[in-house]
């Protein structure tokens, strides 16, 4: 099965859009092993991406319903036998039998044309597929009688660039069948899928429900990779704020702080969704044998939330530092020109006074009577500066 990757990105502002593409989808008929697209794919593609702080990423489909064709790859599994292979039409998908389980992993939800042929073929209801299409939905689960829908973000840092790549994941599970919808070909599960075509784990021993925990786990586990990259630049602010004062170091904690914001709104709706799976009157998709991995994958977003919550305590105490040091640095300034202004107040009167136009001002007429003034004024000077040391006023 050939993998496509999407490259040459291009920085852009970000556009709500819900649109069908004009070409008719294809999928084509072969093996994993030995299938190929009938014509090439676009080397260059162009992706709407936008930051929703300055270093988080969010795709778009603005280009790439023209050029970007859905790519859905099927898999039938079970203990003993396995296949990956493409189809010409969603409706040449044979039935999956009782004990065989069906995964199709659709990358790429701008054809809106496919997405309600995959709707009809497997019952899926026309609402959930707009829910699918439109790309800035919150994370939710809705429970239907024969199914769940579930709709996650994908976040994970970027290997190359300084970002981090915000991305919706839908799944729609059924009995033996897991449909899931990316946004792009960014697959973040290959390890999921080599465990399938290897036979390694539990998955091809187990019902689709595992299969679904996996994936979860999956994203939850990229959660923690980007919260260590954070966690590095939490630390990193921390020691600048002990050495220089500036304000790029503002900006980073604002910027920062505005991350931890949008991964608490897509991720904390996952601690209430994964106990909402634990209930059995839920729904009877989630077999028992499961029940004790989601409570481990509970277990991990609870972490995953406490570590948001940790960081964006100490974002705001990084706030507070920075007013504090910056309250400080202004009161040294103050003080010090208080001290200069305090030393120059009597120096001020006594010149006031030997300034007046008197006849007889005494020790006017004295031979040395301006060095003896100038004298005295430099000695008041050291005397303030002395009791302002012993003050500690500097």
Not at 63 to 77: D, G, I
Not at 174 to 186: A, R, S, V
Not at 270 to 287: A, F, G, R, V
Not at 379 to 391: E, G, V
Request: with cysteine; glycine share 2%.
């Amino acid at each position: 099965m050939p993998y496509f990757h999407c490259n040459d990105l291009v920085v852009l502002k970000r556009h709500r859009i819900r649109s069908s593409a004009t070409d008719a989808p294809t999928i084509y008929e072969n093996s994993f092993q030995q299938s190929s697209p009938t014509r090439p794919f676009p080397k260059t593609r162009r992706a709407t991406l936008v930051g929703i702080p300055p270093t988080l990423i969010n795709a778009s489909k603005e280009n790439l319903q023209k050029e970007l064709a859905v790519q859905p790859t099927v898999f039938f599994y079970n203990e003993e036998t396995f296949q990956e292979a493409c189809y010409r039409s969603i409706e040449d998908i044979p039935l999956v039998t009782e004990n065989e389980c069906l995964w199709i992993d659709v990358t790429g939800v701008h054809d809106h044309e496919l997405l309600s042929r995959i709707g009809h073929r497997f019952n899926i209801h026309p609402l959930v597929v707009s829910d699918i299409e439109t790309t800035e939905q919150r994370t939710k689960l809705d429970v239907f009688e024969d199914a769940l829908f579930l709709v996650g973000k994908m976040i994970y840092p970027d290997s190359i660039q300084p970002i981090t790549h915000i991305e919706q994941i839908s799944f729609y599970l059924k009995e033996n069948i897991l449909i899931t919808f990316q946004e792009k070909p960014k697959d973040i599960f290959e390890a999921i899928k080599n465990r399938i075509r290897q036979n390694k784990g539990r998955i091809r021993r187990s019902k689709i429900d595992y299969l679904f925990y996996s994936l979860i786990d999956t994203i939850v586990d990229r959660y923690m990779d980007v919260l260590d990259n954070i966690g590095t630049k939490v630390e990193a602010i921390d020691h600048q704020l002990m050495r220089t004062l500036s304000r790029d170091t503002l900006e980073q904690i604002y910027d920062l702080k505005r991350e931890m914001l949008y991964f608490r709104r897509s991720i904390s709706p996952l601690k209430e969704i994964i106990n909402k799976l634990h209930k059995e009157e839920e729904t009877q998709i989630m077999q028992e044998s499961t029940t004790i991995y989601l409570k481990d994958l509970f277990d991990h977003i609870v972490q995953v939330n406490d570590t948001i919550d940790t960081y964006r305590e100490m974002l705001s105490s990084f706030i507070d530092f920075y007013m504090m040091l910056n309250s400080n640095a202004m009161n040294e300034v103050v003080k010090t020109l208080t001290i200069i202004s305090t030393i120059f107040i009597p120096l001020t009167f006594i010149v006031g006074v030997y300034g007046m136009n008197f006849d007889y001002i005494p020790e006017i007429h004295w031979r040395y009577g301006y060095f003896v003034v100038l004298g005295c004024m430099t000695l008041l000077t050291l005397i303030m500066l002395s009791c302002f040391k012993r003050k500690n006023w500097f």
